[in-house]
């Protein structure tokens, strides 16, 4: 990656996380990690949460940008404005995290660290399903079984070799974002996850997972919906069958 220390952009989508976002910036700046970035990418949120944004890129240690958006359509395509966002501005790692808190931020140098050390890993997620990951306790017997259940679900159609395929807290080297065109990435949802990993491996690109504890999101409200499982649930099907869109 070169004699200076690559750029890192953790690229955060917010919709109403007016309490949680800061609390992320606080986390990443404790880091200590040289030539951290932040964006975060706010969908018009009712509670403020741009307006923190705003405050904290003038206030924080470390740099906070803001890409403020004017409807919430989905996850994916607040990803896909955000990582297109830190590609132009030149990030040589770009970090996908919730504003939620439910991705460890302790886990951000060691994703780093492994695209450093390993030449050959495209991205590096945080895993739940590796040895040493582990879900949050909180959760009931019946999520923790629908999850394990999605992703045998995806790794079967797919083909992936992946523990965790649905997967929200990746690092990816910029070369593999753009080897993969993720401006074309058109799913939401845990669906965005799924094709996002498809598309790396069906690069012949190597995906390296090491282990996370995810945690109960920790204030405000879940944004999953019907409409989002559906779309992942038949995703699968689409990519298998259907090709990629480009």
Request: aromatic content about 6%; overall charge neutral; charged content about 25%.
């Amino acid at each position: 990656m070169g004699e200076t220390d690559p750029k890192v952009t953790v690229v955060v989508p917010t919709y109403n996380e007016r309490d949680n976002l800061p609390v992320l910036v606080d986390m990443l700046t404790a880091l200590g990690l040289p030539n951290l970035h932040v964006l975060v990418v706010d969908d018009n949120s009712p509670d403020g949460t741009g307006d923190v944004a705003d405050k904290l890129g003038q206030e924080a240690a470390i740099p906070v940008g803001v890409l403020h958006r004017t409807e919430k359509d989905g996850l994916g395509r607040a990803y896909v404005a955000g990582i297109t966002r830190a590609l132009d501005e030149g990030a040589d790692i770009v970090v996908q995290m919730d504003a939620d808190l439910s991705h460890p931020a302790s886990v951000v140098p060691t994703m780093v660290a492994t695209l450093a050390e390993d030449s050959g890993a495209a991205v590096v997620l945080g895993s739940r399903y590796v040895r040493g990951g582990e879900v949050a306790s909180q959760w009931a017997w019946h999520r923790k079984a629908l999850s394990a259940w999605a992703n045998r679900y995806v790794n079967v159609i797919l083909r992936l070799g992946v523990k965790d395929a649905t997967a929200g807290f990746k690092a990816w080297r910029a070369g593999t974002l753009r080897a993969i065109e993720v401006g074309t990435v058109r799913s939401n949802g845990y669906a965005f996850q799924v094709e996002m990993n498809y598309r790396t491996v069906r690069q012949g690109l190597r995906i390296v997972e090491v282990p996370i504890r995810f945690e109960e999101r920790a204030d405000g409200v879940s944004k999953m919906s019907l409409a989002v499982q559906l779309e992942s649930a038949l995703m699968p099907w689409k990519l298998r069958f259907g090709g990629r869109k480009r």
